[in-house]
């Protein structure tokens, strides 16, 4: 039986629990009553302050990142397994997709990163151009008025404390933000409560586990607990937490969004932090229209099916490349066959996609200037069109996008703008000389994160988190937005990423032999 | 034994007799008609025919295939222009890949939605159905089609209340002249049941409902939106007033009617007698019915609509209120029965529950799924549809009436999965 729920060891016996069928898989959930999550929120609140007055969280925290990361390197360990064999049936993505992106991003996740994101060096000059993180293989720049910069480095200067955070967990990456903000607040002296996503409840659970087994003590400040929106303990747990992030859908920041507003009414100094829908795009500038870039940009899209707030919804490509826009695009649906052998789309997301399909074939078959790509057995399409240039049709998911042609990738920022709101990363096949002024272009149209074409699914530490600085929203606010550009050097990321997937290519054919 | 003819297959079909006769006797003619049809589509459908080939699904496959080969409903939505009387030329080139047989006309860019399709109705029926986002659905009828659709909605509703209705006379809360599927089709079948038809409005086009139900874009749609707002609002006013007075007609005459309306105009009208203390208890043996769907005011529930039904017109539900549960691609609409409020699936439309996964569910007992069906009616495009539908389907049939077949339960939109995927629920916003 798996566990959804983790509790520190002086809690465990303490609370009634229920078993549930997710998925063909028997879950033990808690079952938890009026009181019992003030009872959790006490406790952690005073596990932290002994915690504080003996040991430094914040120190520990860094050392035991290090330790979760080797463990979770580890293939032979017992909880990765476990997770391997689990997370495919519950979230409908192949177990090497999740040992590929997930695995491959929580164990970047380490002591020096964290050590960065605690005391960030960040001078004047980050306000001027791209800047370098030392340490870190990212480049940010903060854009905002003169006010916003004075009010941050005052906020700065005197971080706020924070005892208890309240995250709820998205289930479109699993593993990837249950681990991220448990070692956040932790990192911040904070303890943690994690409400995981109701379809992949175990990850979080294991996790947890997994740092009991390294520091016991900082497990004592981490509760697991899950509850449908609306029961009487969500009032009780916002009783008592300072801040509440919510990563999700519309509708859950929607939500959460109306609690801490009332919740604020009543007097309750409650912070949101909100991480709500977004759309990403792939840029391809003429000097990389190239058939390896273009399997860089299909791995790209299969990354979680497309269901990641960085996940590209469209693909530009700029003119006037060694392969015209539309062999690119049949380049990408060629590398889509391949990968889609060694990352086979499950069933449930063939009947996902199978709708958005059909639409682009109708599409196709209608106009001379769309042409439509279908990828093996149904795993997607790929549609080149030329007819609508100038608009950007965020609608595709599950493995299916449209490439367009631009005149200089430039003019992408013009395009995307009508959904500035919404925008947050652009995945890039862009040469070193030209990233800036794109980088600025795009920065104008709501585009926070910058990541190479090969690595969109897998972001990088000390990038921003849709325009806020990890943690540090969790202290205190700023309207300041931190764009990030995840290399030092584009040329050499986009070579490396090259030599990534050839690997993996090789997977494939050592797989299909 | 030499094969019955497509037509006269379906016409064998189309009988409401055919409500009482065993499902297990129809189902294998009605599978043999389907594959008929779905070798028809693979010839002379563009679009289904590259559909066959994705899913590898030949011109000779079994019916357990045919699944994989069914279109979605937004099929009907996914043509190339935002205005079709703009780019008359590009919308056509979309319709000739869906229909079965190919349109050789040539019409000129047009002012309005309604005088193209005005114009094209000389060579084929288009009607449409509007969602919420102002995109329509557009489903090219041909004359047989248009001939089995309503000849499939006039024996089910024959059959559902019985053949007394064929000398009732027929009050339409509807306009006369449209293109909107849900107001065409009541009239037509009207027409063929009785003959003495009423109907309320002149004619609605399409410019309105599209007006009506696209987001705004600007200042200028914006504005042009509120003031169709106001007039539409007039017009429902003025709706209202001639129901009263065609009622009460036939109330003072003791006249058996059939008053048949959307269920917001139909509770607009009870809201308003019963505001004004009065009470018009239709004669006899009058039914209302409404179809379109349960789109009430918040906090009114279906049980408050009838309640005041009968309280406003002496309409006891299910025996006098029926309810048709449909869709624009869809050549039958599922009536409610009178004796029990169940809808009923006729014998010429083979219905289908999907999973999660788009695979059938079995046909037995109670299933809930996505909604899909074989409608081998459809003889101008391909018939074979999956809707956006969330239905529960009793295969074991209707508990309280004699007819035959599965009976819908249950009808609710399939949602959208919360938290999943970021960018979807963003989808959701954008109206896809």
């Known amino acids: ?513 | 034994m030499q094969q019955l003819t497509l037509t006269s297959s379906l016409n064998y079909l189309l009988k409401k007799e055919n409500l009482w006769r065993p499902r297990e006797k129809f189902e294998p003619f009605l599978e043999e008609i389907i594959l008929r049809m779905h070798r028809f589509y693979y010839e002379r459908s563009a679009i289904y025919r590259r559909v066959c080939e994705i899913e590898n699904v030949s011109e000779r496959a079994k019916i357990d295939d045919l699944f994989k080969v069914m279109l979605v409903d937004k099929i009907f939505k996914s043509y190339p222009t935002e205005y079709p009387e703009k780019e008359p030329e590009k919308f056509l080139s979309w319709l000739n890949k869906i229909m079965t047989k190919p349109l050789k006309v040539r019409i000129e860019p047009q002012k309005s939605l309604q005088s193209f399709l005005d114009k094209l109705s000389g060579y084929i029926w288009l009607s449409y159905s509007s969602g919420t986002t102002g995109r329509f659905s557009f489903i090219p009828r041909d004359e047989k089609t248009v001939e089995y659709c309503i000849k499939s909605y006039s024996e089910a509703a024959v059959a559902i209340s019985g053949d007394y209705v064929r000398k009732m006379h027929f009050i339409l809360a509807l306009p006369k002249k449209t293109h909107l599927f849900i107001s065409w089709i009541p009239k037509e079948v009207a027409e063929r049941i009785s003959g003495k038809v009423t109907i309320l409005l002149n004619q609605v086009s399409a410019d309105i409902v599209r007006a009506r139900t696209k987001p705004p874009t600007c200042f200028s749609e914006k504005m042009k939106a509120s003031l169709i707002g106001v007039l539409g609002n007039i017009m429902k006013s003025q709706l209202i007033k001639k129901l009263y007075r065609e009622v009460k007609k036939a109330v003072e005459k003791g006249e058996e009617v059939i008053v048949f309306g959307s269920m917001p105009v139909m509770y607009a009208f009870c809201k308003k007698l019963l505001e004004r203390g009065e009470r018009l208890e239709l004669p006899g043996r009058s039914i209302v019915v409404t179809g379109g769907g349960f789109k009430l005011e918040k906090g009114v529930s279906l049980e408050d609509f009838r309640r005041m039904l009968n309280e406003a017109l002496g309409i006891p539900a299910p025996e006098r209120h029926v309810d048709g549960y449909g869709m624009c691609e869809c050549n039958a609409l599922f009536y409610s029965c009178v004796e029990g409020g169940e809808k009923h699936i006729p014998p010429w439309i083979k219905p289908v529950l999907l999973d999660e996964e788009l695979n059938p569910l079995p046909e037995h007992g109670r299933q809930t799924g996505r909604f899909a069906f074989f409608d081998p009616l459809a003889q101008s495009y391909p018939g074979f549809i999956i809707t956006g539908d969330k239905v529960t389907i009793n295969w074991n049939g209707c508990s309280k009436c004699s007819r035959e077949g599965p009976v819908i339960e249950s009808i609710e939109r399939v949602k959208s999965e919360e938290g999943r995927g970021c960018a979807l629920v963003l989808g959701k916003v954008l109206g896809e």
């Open chain 1, 1 to 513: 039986m798996l566990k959804g729920y983790f509790l520190p060891k002086e809690l465990q016996d303490s609370f009634d629990t229920i078993i549930r069928e997710v998925s063909g898989f028997e879950i033990e959930y808690l079952k938890l009553k009026e009181g019992d999550a003030e009872k959790i929120s006490k406790f952690l609140k005073e596990e932290r302050r002994k915690a504080l007055s003996e040991v430094g969280i914040s120190e520990k925290t860094m050392r035991t990142a290090d330790k979760l990361a080797e463990l979770w390197s580890n293939s032979n360990y017992t909880k990765r397994k476990i997770a391997l064999e689990v997370l495919p049936e519950l979230t409908g993505y192949p177990s090497k997709m999740i040992e590929v992106l997930s695995f491959s991003t929580l164990i970047k996740v380490r002591g020096n990163y964290l050590k960065v994101l605690k005391s960030p060096s960040v001078g004047k000059e980050v306000f001027k151009k791209f800047t370098e993180i030392p340490g870190l293989n990212v480049r940010i720049k903060g854009y905002g008025s003169f006010f916003e910069k004075i009010k941050f480095a005052k906020s700065l200067s005197s971080l706020p404390e924070v005892e208890l955070i309240l995250h709820i967990c998205p289930g479109n990456i699993p593993g990837l933000v249950e681990s991220y903000v448990m070692l956040l607040s932790l990192l911040l002296n904070a303890a943690a409560i994690i409400k995981p996503p109701t379809r992949q409840p175990v990850f979080a659970a294991l996790f947890a586990e997994s740092l009991s087994e390294v520091d016991g003590d900082l497990a004592n400040l981490v509760a697991v607990v899950n509850w449908s929106r609306g029961d009487v303990i969500e009032n009780e747990f916002y009783s008592h937490i300072d801040v509440v992030n919510v990563v999700g859908g519309e509708e859950a920041v929607r939500s959460v969004k109306e609690k801490v507003e009332e919740f604020r009414q009543k007097g309750r100094n409650i912070r949101g932090c909100y991480h709500g829908a977004k759309f990403g795009i792939e840029i391809v500038a003429k000097e990389y229209a190239l058939p390896e870039v273009a399997e860089l940009v299909a791995f790209d899209i299969i990354g979680y099916e497309q269901e990641m707030c960085s996940s590209p919804r469209e693909v530009r490509v700029e003119e006037g490349g060694k392969l015209s826009p539309r062999e690119f695009a049949e380049k990408i649906a060629e590398a889509m066959n391949w990968l889609s052998r060694i990352f086979p789309q499950s069933e449930k997301y063939r009947a996902k996609a199978k709708p958005m399909i059909l639409k682009l074939i109708a599409e196709g078959e209608a106009s001379d200037k769309i042409e439509v790509f279908v990828v093996n057995k149904g795993q997607g399409a790929v549609a080149y069109d030329e007819e609508k240039i100038g608009i950007f049709e965020p609608i595709y998911s599950y493995r299916v996008i449209k490439v367009k042609p631009v005149k200089n990738i430039l003019d992408v920022s013009k395009i995307i703008k009508p959904y500035k709101e919404f925008m947050q990363t652009a995945g890039v096949a862009v040469p070193e000389a030209r990233i800036i002024e794109l980088a600025e272009a795009l920065a104008q149209s709501g585009i926070v994160n910058i990541r190479v074409a090969g690595s969109v699914p897998i972001p990088e530490p000390g990038e921003s988190w849709d325009g806020k600085l990890p943690g540090l929203e969790f202290l205190f606010d700023s309207n300041i937005q931190w764009v990030t550009v995840a290399s030092k050097n584009l040329d050499e990321s986009i070579k490396q990423n090259i030599e990534f997937l050839a690997e993996l290519k090789k997977l494939n054919f050592s797989s299909s032999n």
